[in-house]
C-alpha cells in the first residue's frame, strides 16, 4: 500500500534517521533505498535549501514536535521540485517516541498545501502455507470408562467438576494411551523418532495451555460428539510452542472400541501471521491516526470501510456515522452530485482522481478539500477497492479568492477618478471578500479631526453621531491613524479590555470583531478602513495581509482621485477665468464702443436708446428698457426700450410709467438692484404690471441700474430683463 501511495513517504527512527522511503520517492528521486537510508536523503536536496531543511528536520525530531517545511528536491531527471514535507511523531501507548513519519507532496505546479498521505503496509495480507498433516492413533478406553463412572455418580456438569478436581483431568490426561503417529508428527514435534511420542499424553501435552483443550475434549466426549475440533497451543519435544488445527473422531457412545484418530494441522504459521496482520493493522492505524491528513479506505462495492482518527475529529462524527456512504451526509449540498459523480465514475474505472468539494467541520462550517483517491490492488492485480486522503484548502482557495478580488480591485480602482468612487470600490468589495457586516473609511482634516467619509452596514443614528470626531477619541479607527499601525479586536472581551469607553458604542453596531488598518501615501497617514464582523475572527496572517494590500490600495487610489481632483478643479477655474476675462474684454471693448456712441447722440432720446441698446447687448439680455426723468417726474420721464427678436411682438408697446413699481425703489434708494424671477415675484415691493399686464412683455430675471446726475440725484434707472444664459451676475 505505501508502494502504491499517490505522495512520497519516509519513516525515521527515534534519533531522526531515515528507515524507509516508498517506492514513489525512490521513483521521483531516481535512487535507491540503500542510498536514500539514513541522512542520505539529503544529498538530494537543494544545496540553497539543505542547511535549513536538516536544521528544522533535526530540531523538530529533538523537540518531539510535528513540523512542515518546503524545500527543493532533485528529482530523476535532474529538475529541482518544490516539495511540501510534514512530518509527525509515532508515540507508542507508554509514551515513548518511537520514531517519525512524514510524506512529501511536489507542489511545484499546483502549490497546494496537501499533506501526505500516510499510509502502512497492506492492512491484510493472506499467508498461506502448506503444512504437514500430524496423525495419532489413540487409546481413551480407560477415559471412557472414568466418564462412566462419573455419571453413575451423579455428576452432570462435567465442566465444573473438572475445574473442582484438577487432579481428576490429570488422571484421565494419564490414562490416554498414544498407540502410534505418523512421521509427518515426528517432524512437526521436533522428535527424533516415534518412540519419542508414544505412550501416555501426559508425558507430552502437560502443560497448563493444553490441560485447557483437553478439557474441552473430554467434555465433547461425554456429550456424546464424535467430532471435535478446536484450536491449541502445545509445546514440541523440545518446548517450543506450536499452535495445531486438532481435530478428533470419537467412536459412537455405543461402541466398545475406544479408538480415537486425532489430526493435528500446524498452524503456527497462520497464528504468526495473525499476530502479524494484528500488529500490521495497530501499525497502520498509528501511522493512520498520526498523519496530517484526512484518511478514508473503500471496499470493493465502493462503500467506506475506514476513516483515520483526524477525519473523525474533523466532522466529529463516530467511524459507525460515517461507514459506507454515510460521509456523505457532511458534504455540502451543492457539492454532492458533482463529488459522488466523480467518485462512481473513477471507481468504475479503477482510476486515480481529485476533486475539490466542501465538508462540513464539527463546528458546522464547510471547508474546501483537496480530495484524492487511488484504486488499490493485491499482487496478483485484484481489485481491493480505494484508499484516499482528503487535505483542507480552505485558506488556499480564500488566498486565490482574494488574489483574485485584489486584481478586480486594482483594475476598478485605476477606472475610478473621483473619491467617492473610490471609496464605494474598496468598501464594497472589503465587505465581500472579507465576510464584514460593515465598513467605514474616515478621513484625516485638519489635523486633528477625523470625517466618516463612507460607510455601509452601520444604523443612520450612528453614523450621524460619529460623522466627525476628534483624532484622539478612543476608537480603533481614531488609533490606526494615530498611530500608522494596524487595530485586530478578535473578540468582544478583546475590545472592551482595549476601548473600555465604548464598549456599548461596539454593541450598537452589532461589531463582535473588528480591524481598522491605516492609510498611508508615502509614508503619511490620510484616514484609515475600518471592517467590522458581526463574530469573533481569529485574524489569520492571510486576512490581515489582504486587508493591509487593501487599505494600499485605497489610499494609492484616494491620492491618485485627489490629484485628479484638484487638476479637474484647477482646469476647470481657469478655463472659467479665461471666459470672464474674455467676456470682460469685450465688455469693456462694447463700453468703450458704447461711450462713442452715446456721445455721438445728436439729441436725449438718441443718448437714451443708444444706452438701452448697448447695455442690452453688452450684459446679453432680452429686454432693456432706460428711462429719464427730472425730480421723479414720471409724468414727464422719457423711456427707451429695446427687445430682442424674442419678444419682437412687444415691440409697440409704449405705456408710460407712473413711478409706483419696483423700480422707483432703485431711483429713491440710488443703488442697482439684481433679483431672480421668484425673488422679484416674492418681493414686498412688486406689483406686477397692473392695469397694463395684458400689454407687458413677461419678466425672467430682473437687473436694474440707477442713472445719476453730477450732484448725485437720481434722474432715471436703466432695466434689464431675461438674460442669454443663466441669472445675472454682480458682473453684470
Known amino acids: 500500500m505505501a508502494d502504491s501511495a499517490p505522495v512520497l513517504l519516509w519513516i525515521a527512527a527515534p534519533d531522526g534517521r531515515c528507515t524507509f522511503f516508498?517506492?514513489?520517492?525512490?521513483?521521483?528521486?531516481?535512487?535507491?533505498?540503500?542510498?536514500?537510508?539514513?541522512?542520505?536523503?539529503?544529498t538530494g536536496v537543494h544545496p540553497d535549501d539543505r542547511a535549513a531543511n536538516k536544521h528544522m528536520f533535526h530540531e523538530a525530531v529533538e523537540r518531539r514536535a510535528p513540523f512542515q517545511m518546503e524545500y527543493r528536491l532533485r528529482r530523476a531527471d535532474g529538475e529541482y521540485r518544490w516539495i511540501y514535507d510534514s512530518g509527525a511523531p509515532l508515540v507508542t501507548p507508554d509514551g515513548r517516541l518511537a520514531g517519525y513519519i512524514g510524506s512529501a507532496v511536489d507542489i511545484t505546479e499546483r502549490k497546494r498545501d496537501e499533506e501526505a498521505i500516510v499510509r502502512s503496509e497492506e492492512r491484510y495480507r493472506s499467508i498461506f502455507e502448506l503444512v504437514p498433516v500430524s496423525i495419532w492413533e489413540e487409546d481413551w478406553s480407560a477415559v471412557i470408562a472414568m466418564l462412566r463412572d462419573l455419571r453413575r455418580a451423579g455428576v452432570t456438569d462435567l465442566a465444573r467438576y473438572c475445574e473442582q478436581h484438577p487432579e481428576w483431568v490429570n488422571q484421565a490426561l494419564a490414562a490416554v494411551k498414544i498407540l502410534d503417529v505418523n512421521e509427518a508428527t515426528v517432524t512437526m514435534f521436533h522428535a527424533t523418532a516415534k518412540?519419542?511420542?508414544?505412550?501416555?499424553?501426559?508425558?507430552?501435552f502437560a502443560t497448563p495451555d493444553t490441560l485447557t483443550g483437553f478439557v474441552s475434549e473430554l467434555i465433547a466426549l461425554s456429550a456424546g460428539q464424535q467430532l471435535f475440533e478446536t484450536e491449541m497451543l502445545l509445546r514440541t519435544v523440545t518446548g517450543a510452542p506450536i499452535h495445531v488445527l486438532l481435530r478428533m473422531i470419537f467412536p459412537p457412545p455405543e461402541s466398545p472400541s475406544g479408538m480415537v484418530l486425532v489430526s493435528l494441522m500446524d498452524i503456527t504459521a497462520r497464528k504468526r501471521v495473525e499476530a502479524a496482520l494484528r500488529e500490521s493493522e495497530g501499525r497502520f492505524r498509528t501511522m493512520a491516526d498520526s498523519a496530517p491528513v484526512l484518511l478514508w479506505v473503500s471496499d470493493v462495492d465502493g462503500a467506506c470501510t475506514f476513516f483515520n482518527q483526524p477525519w473523525l475529529r474533523f466532522t466529529g462524527r463516530t467511524l459507525e456515522q460515517e461507514l459506507g456512504y454515510g460521509w456523505t451526509e457532511q458534504l455540502h449540498p451543492d457539492d454532492v452530485e458533482q463529488c459522488l459523480q466523480t467518485y462512481r465514475t473513477n471507481f468504475a474505472a479503477r482510476r486515480r482522481f481529485e476533486t475539490e468539494c466542501r465538508l462540513r467541520r464539527a463546528d458546522g462550517e464547510y471547508r474546501w478539500m483537496l480530495t484524492t483517491g487511488t484504486p488499490r490492488f493485491t499482487p496478483d492485480g485484484t481489485f481491493e477497492g480505494f484508499i484516499g486522503s482528503c487535505v483542507d484548502i480552505t485558506d488556499r482557495k480564500r488566498a486565490e479568492e482574494r488574489l483574485m478580488r485584489l486584481h478586480q480591485i486594482t483594475a476598478a480602482l485605476s477606472e475610478a477618478v473621483s473619491v467617492e468612487t473610490?471609496?464605494?470600490?474598496?468598501?464594497?468589495?472589503?465587505?465581500?471578500?472579507?465576510?464584514?457586516?460593515?465598513?467605514?473609511?474616515?478621513?484625516?482634516?485638519?489635523?486633528?479631526?477625523?470625517r466618516l467619509a463612507r460607510t455601509a452596514g452601520y444604523a443612520p443614528a450612528l453614523i450621524e453621531a460619529w460623522q466627525r470626531f476628534p483624532l484622539a477619541a478612543p476608537t480603533p479607527i481614531a488609533e490606526a491613524t494615530r498611530t500608522g499601525q494596524p487595530v485586530w479586536i478578535e473578540s468582544p472581551a478583546?475590545?472592551?479590555?482595549?476601548?473600555?469607553?465604548?464598549?456599548?458604542?461596539?454593541?450598537?453596531?452589532?461589531?463582535?470583531s473588528l480591524a481598522a488598518i491605516p492609510l498611508q501615501v508615502e509614508g503619511r497617514t490620510i484616514g484609515a478602513l475600518g471592517l467590522s464582523f458581526a463574530t469573533p475572527q481569529a485574524f489569520k496572517e492571510a486576512d490581515r495581509a489582504f486587508m493591509a494590500a487593501l487599505a494600499r490600495q485605497c489610499a494609492q487610489a484616494l491620492a491618485r482621485a485627489r490629484l485628479y481632483d484638484a487638476e479637474r478643479r484647477a482646469r476647470s477655474e481657469a478655463q472659467t477665468a479665461a471666459a470672464t476675462a474674455h467676456l470682460r474684454a469685450e465688455q469693456l471693448s462694447g463700453l468703450a464702443a458704447a461711450a462713442l456712441a452715446i456721445n455721438a447722440a445728436f439729441s436725449l432720446d438718441e443718448a437714451l436708446q443708444t444706452v438701452t441698446h448697448q447695455a442690452r447687448a453688452l450684459i446679453g439680455a432680452h429686454q432693456g428698457v432706460s428711462s429719464f426723468t427730472v425730480n421723479n417726474n414720471w409724468a414727464q420721464a422719457i423711456t427707451a426700450v429695446s427687445l430682442s427678436d424674442k419678444y419682437a411682438r412687444w415691440r409697440t408697446y409704449d405705456v408710460q410709467p407712473d413711478g409706483s413699481g419696483i423700480y422707483a425703489e432703485v431711483c429713491r434708494t440710488n443703488r442697482p438692484m439684481r433679483l431672480t424671477q421668484a425673488e422679484l415675484e416674492s418681493h414686498p415691493l412688486w406689483r406686477g404690471f397692473g392695469a397694463h399686464a395684458a400689454e407687458h412683455p413677461p419678466l425672467q430675471g430682473w437687473l436694474a441700474a440707477p442713472f445719476v446726475g453730477r450732484d448725485g440725484r437720481n434722474i432715471g434707472l436703466l432695466q434689464l430683463s431675461d438674460k442669454y444664459e443663466g441669472e445675472f451676475t454682480a458682473e453684470d
Open 195 to 204: 518412540e519419542d511420542l508414544l505412550g501416555s499424553l501426559q508425558t507430552v
Open 22 to 42: 516508498n517506492q514513489q520517492w525512490l521513483a521521483f528521486t531516481g535512487r535507491t533505498l540503500e542510498e536514500e537510508l539514513g541522512d542520505g536523503w539529503f
Open 494 to 512: 478583546a475590545y472592551a479590555d482595549r476601548y473600555p469607553d465604548i464598549v456599548e458604542l461596539s454593541r450598537q453596531s452589532g461589531s463582535r
Open 422 to 450: 473610490v471609496m464605494e470600490v474598496v468598501i464594497d468589495q472589503g465587505v465581500a471578500a472579507m465576510g464584514a457586516s460593515a465598513a467605514s473609511i474616515a478621513l484625516l482634516e485638519e489635523e486633528s479631526w477625523l
